[in-house]
């Protein structure tokens, strides 16, 4: 397995033309706008999402899953890993899309998605989760 995060996702994604200046402001030198979506815009999580599925349409369920900015890409063995990373990062590089180096691993037996404990085995509970669901007092 390796887990691979997209460099601030959202500010990846150039804006249409003519929604540029709907962002526009000003400044006492200039009035600026933004090239690209902003973060906390009421659809940007839903458009990027959106972007993610139409990049990887062709594997996602065979070797990668996505869940916004958040990827895994899982392999049988060790060569054909080599290859499903080559063809991910051929379709982010299609697409100009950055990943963020601090927070991806790679070739790993497991590791933690979205909260999950993800292993050769399957899914687990993460372990802080279930100890806190433990140790919580009866009402």
Do not use: W
């Amino acid at each position: 397995m390796s887990f691979l995060d997209a460099y601030y996702g959202d500010n990846q994604i150039p804006k249409h033309e003519t929604d540029k200046p709907k962002t526009t402001f000003m400044t006492n030198k200039a009035n600026i706008c933004y090239e690209v979506m902003l973060l906390g815009i009421k659809n940007a999580g839903a458009t990027y999402q959106r972007l993610m599925d139409r990049i990887f349409k062709e594997q996602i369920g065979h070797n990668i899953e996505v869940y916004v900015d958040n990827m895994i890409v899982m392999s049988k063995n060790p060569e054909q890993h080599a290859k499903d990373l080559f063809e991910v990062f051929g379709r982010l590089c299609d697409f100009d899309m950055k990943l963020n180096p601090k927070k991806c691993v790679f070739g790993v037996e497991g590791g933690k998605f979205l909260e999950f404990l993800l292993t050769s085995l399957g899914i687990e509970a993460n372990p802080n989760k279930r100890k806190a669901l433990e140790d919580m007092r009866s009402p």
